[in-house]
């Protein structure tokens, strides 16, 4: 059976905030304790990268003590302005193989739902430091 996801957008007059069902709650708008749109989508694909190389790594059974994914979008000079690049800095720590861990880096791009839909409107580009 299909996994249901629901959220619930409540704004006023300029800002808002994002509800999920476990009572999360996240600030929505222009302020500094705000999350904008493109900072969300920003925010979505670096966890949905992260976690689906979790997954990978895992069975690779590669050793790491952490990850950073520093994320770049650039949009567009149009009417409706789409996101045209993202770059994405990986700073991979602790790591024992990083052949290994380029490898089920690699493969997180692949099967990360976010990066392919991404990938269907802006180039993609990530690039590896070790730590």
Same mark, same amino acid.
């Given at each position: 059976?299909?996994?249901?996801?629901?959220?619930?957008?409540?704004? @006023?007059?300029?800002?808002?905030? +994002?509800?999920?069902? $476990?009572?999360? #709650? +996240?600030?929505?708008?222009?302020?500094?304790? =705000?999350?904008?749109?493109?900072?969300?989508?920003?925010?979505?694909? $670096? *966890?949905?990268?992260?976690?689906?190389?979790? $997954?990978?790594?895992?069975?690779?059974?590669?050793? *790491? !003590?952490?990850?950073?994914?520093?994320?770049?979008?650039?949009?567009?000079? =149009?009417?409706?302005?789409? +996101?045209?690049?993202?770059?994405? !800095?990986?700073?991979?720590? @602790?790591?024992?193989?990083?052949?290994?861990?380029?490898?089920?880096? =690699?493969?997180?791009?692949?099967?990360?739902?976010?990066?392919?839909?991404?990938?269907?409107?802006?180039?993609?580009?990530? #690039? #590896? !430091?070790?730590?």
């Amino acid at each position: 059976m299909a996994k249901k996801i629901h959220t619930l957008a409540q704004f @006023g007059m300029e800002d808002g905030k +994002l509800i999920t069902d $476990s009572g999360a #709650t +996240l600030g929505l708008g222009e302020q500094a304790h =705000e999350f904008a749109p493109y900072e969300l989508l920003l925010g979505a694909l $670096s *966890y949905c990268l992260f976690s689906t190389f979790v $997954s990978i790594a895992q069975k690779m059974q590669l050793e *790491y !003590t952490g990850v950073d994914l520093d994320v770049n979008g650039v949009k567009r000079d =149009e009417k409706v302005a789409t +996101l045209e690049t993202c770059d994405i !800095t990986v700073t991979a720590k @602790g790591v024992t193989d990083q052949g290994k861990f380029n490898k089920a880096f =690699e493969n997180a791009t692949r099967y990360c739902t976010m990066f392919q839909t991404l990938s269907k409107v802006a180039t993609m580009r990530w #690039t #590896t !430091t070790f730590a």
